[in-house]
């Protein structure tokens, strides 16, 4: 079946330490992106890929990298320089049909993470 | 700034009632409006999703009205379930340009 695989579910570091997401599709959609989410705040936009190799910020991208070597994957990383990083973690991908892109974002099932 | 606007932040109904969440949007160059339904320790899934061109749209139980004078539009559930307890987002978009509201935890009791 397709879908979208983020992993690890659940992650817990210490503060000051570097941590990586995974985010892997196999729906060949092109467009992917990460959402962190907050009680009571929605989701909020981290960064966005529209193609292999190009990726943009979205409104709070401060403190977080990424990176898109292969259309099925886009990592995060959650640098020391994010000030409050425990959260839930939302990695989506922009549905296409007939090769193009709907509105609709299909989303994995997240990864939580706390910072000690 | 916050570009969508959603309401009540928690609602309680009785199985068979029919809870409403309202939002409201400021940018009017938004052209798409998804539902999302989220299960607790689950991503968000579309339940519904309208396009500014009409006023309303049906999918089973699930009603979305839409004011674009108003740059309002609602989610009615008919005949909610106990297993409609879960959280509601709306959103608006353009392009890659996707705000989402903040969220609506809904309870449906027995």
């Known amino acids: 079946d397709g879908g979208i695989t983020q992993s690890p579910k659940y992650l817990f570091r210490k503060e000051g330490q570097n941590v990586t997401l995974s985010c892997e599709q196999n729906l060949n959609h092109d467009a992917m992106y990460w959402y962190r989410q907050d009680p009571g705040q929605g989701l909020r936009l981290i960064y966005y890929s529209q193609i292999v190799n190009d990726f943009q910020k979205g409104d709070i991208a401060e403190g977080y990298s990424v990176s898109r070597e292969k259309k099925e994957s886009f990592p995060l990383t959650v640098t020391s320089a994010q000030k409050n990083p425990t959260a839930f973690y939302l990695c989506a991908s922009k549905v296409q049909r007939g090769g193009q892109n709907t509105g609709e974002l299909f989303f994995g099932e997240g990864s939580r993470l706390t910072v000690l | 700034q916050q570009q969508v606007k959603q309401s009540p932040q928690s609602l309680i109904v009785q199985k068979g009632g029919i809870p409403i969440i309202n939002c409201a949007y400021e940018n009017t160059a938004f052209d798409y409006f998804p539902w999302y339904q989220q299960f607790p320790g689950k991503g968000p899934a579309l339940l519904i999703a309208?396009?500014?061109?009409?006023s309303e749209k049906k999918e089973g139980r699930f009603t979305i009205s839409f004011n674009k004078s108003a740059k309002q539009f609602s989610l009615h559930i008919m005949d909610s379930q106990p297993g409609d307890s879960a959280t509601y987002f709306c959103?608006?978009?353009?392009?890659?340009?996707?705000?989402f509201g903040a969220g609506t935890r809904l309870t449906v009791k027995p």
């Open positions: 959103a608006a978009s353009k392009g890659n340009d996707m705000r």
């Open positions: 309208i396009r500014p061109d009409v």
